[in-house]
C-alpha cells in the first residue's frame, strides 16, 4: 500500500495525546526507533518523564526549563521562540525518571530514539551549538546543528532545526536516507513545523513534499501549518517550501536500526544537478536570522 499525504501529514492537535501537544512514538508511527513529544507547561508547572527504551533530547522551543534526572540539576535557559537562534538542550538517557519544571511556563520537544546504551546526563549549551549555512540564493537556509553526529554523542538520535527565509526552498535538492550502504544510512524522520506568522500576525503556511522509489511507492504533498508534523519513513523528501512572508522552522528528528550513528544521504539524480549552482550565487543576506554562522559546507540538504 502506497504512504500518503492523509497517514503521514499529522495537523497541528490531531497527534495530541494525555499532557503532550504533540505524541509520536514508534508505536503510533507504524516503525522502529524515532519519537518526538512536545510538551507545554503553564508558569510552575512540573511534569515526571519516564524514559522507557528511549534515549531523549529536551529542546526548549519557548520558554526555559528545569531538570531534575539521575541526581543532575539542569536549568535551561531556553529562548523566546523557535526564530531567537539556538537553545541549550538537555540529553536524557534511556531507563530514566526526569522532573520537568518550567517557573515561567513554555514549550518544550522531547525528542526521542530506542537506545542500546545508557550514557549520563548531560547538558548542551548554545553557544556550542554550530550554526551552519546550506545551498545559496533561494535555496539558502540555516541549521542549528545542536545534536547531529559529529556534533553531540548520543547512541542512536540525531536532531537538528532548520530555519528557512520566507520564499525559500529548504531540504532540496530531494534526497533519501532509507537503505544501509556505504554512502547511505536508513533513518526514520519526523519533521515537527513552526511557521512564522506575518507583520499583521496573520497565520502562515509552508509545502511537504515526500515521494518514493518504483519498489517503495510513497506520495505526499502536504500543505503544513504551523505545529505540524510529516512523518517520513523512506523515500525521497524534499522540498520544503516557505511561503513568501512567512519564515519556516522544521525540527528534524531521526533514528535508525543501524549500528552506526550517521547521517549520509543521496540525492534525488533528476535534481541533484542544482548543488552545482550554489558557487555561483551569493547566500541569501537575511541568514543568518539571528546568530553567527559558521558555514560548513553543502554536504547535506
Known amino acids: 500500500m502506497t504512504a500518503t499525504t492523509e497517514s503521514l501529514h499529522l495537523p497541528a492537535g ?8 504533540l505524541e509520536v512514538t514508534p508505536e503510533s508511527a507504524g516503525w522502529g526507533h524515532s519519537s518526538l513529544r512536545v510538551l507545554g507547561l503553564a508558569a510552575g508547572g512540573r511534569h515526571t518523564l519516564e524514559t522507557g527504551p528511549d534515549e531523549v533530547v529536551v529542546v526548549p522551543l519557548e520558554g526555559g526549563l528545569g531538570i531534575e534526572c539521575d541526581g543532575e540539576v539542569l536549568t535551561l535557559a531556553g529562548r523566546s521562540d523557535v526564530f531567537a537562534g539556538p537553545t541549550d538542550f538537555a540529553y536524557l538517557p534511556r531507563e530514566a525518571t526526569a522532573t520537568l519544571s518550567s517557573p515561567g511556563g513554555g514549550r518544550f520537544a522531547l525528542c526521542g530514539a530506542r537506545a542500546r546504551r545508557r550514557l549520563p546526563v548531560r547538558y548542551g549549551p548554545a553557544a556550542d551549538v554550530p550554526v551552519e549555512l546550506r545551498g545559496a540564493g533561494r535555496c539558502s537556509r540555516q541549521v542549528n546543528n545542536f545534536a547531529t553526529a559529529d556534533v553531540f554523542e548520543a547512541d542512536a538520535i540525531i536532531a537538528c532545526e532548520v530555519i528557512t527565509p520566507g520564499g525559500n526552498w529548504s531540504s532540496y535538492p530531494p534526497h533519501k536516507h532509507d537503505e544501509s550502504s556505504e554512502v ?3 533513518l526514520e524522520e519526523i519533521y515537527y513545523f513552526e511557521v512564522a506568522p506575518g507583520p499583521g500576525g496573520q497565520p502562515g503556511l509552508a509545502y511537504q513534499r515526500v515521494y518514493g522509489t518504483p519498489d517503495r511507492p510513497i506520495d505526499v504533498l502536504a500543505e503544513v501549518r504551523d505545529r505540524d508534523v510529516v512523518l517520513i519513513p523512506h523515500g525521497w523528501h524534499g522540498p520544503s517550501i516557505a511561503a513568501p512572508g512567512h519564515d519556516l522552522y522544521y525540527l528534524n528528528v531521526m533514528a535508525g536500526p543501524g549500528a552506526e550513528r550517521a547521517w549520509r544521504i543521496v540525492d534525488d539524480p ?12 551569493p547566500i541569501d543576506p537575511r541568514l543568518p536570522l539571528h546568530d553567527p554562522a559558521t558555514p560548513n559546507g553543502e554536504s547535506r540538504p
Open 270 to 281: 533528476e535534481h541533484a544537478w542544482i548543488r552545482g549552482t550554489w558557487a555561483a550565487e
Open 184 to 186: 547511505e544510512t536508513e
Open 14 to 21: 490531531t497527534a495530541a495525546t494525555g499532557p503532550y501537544a
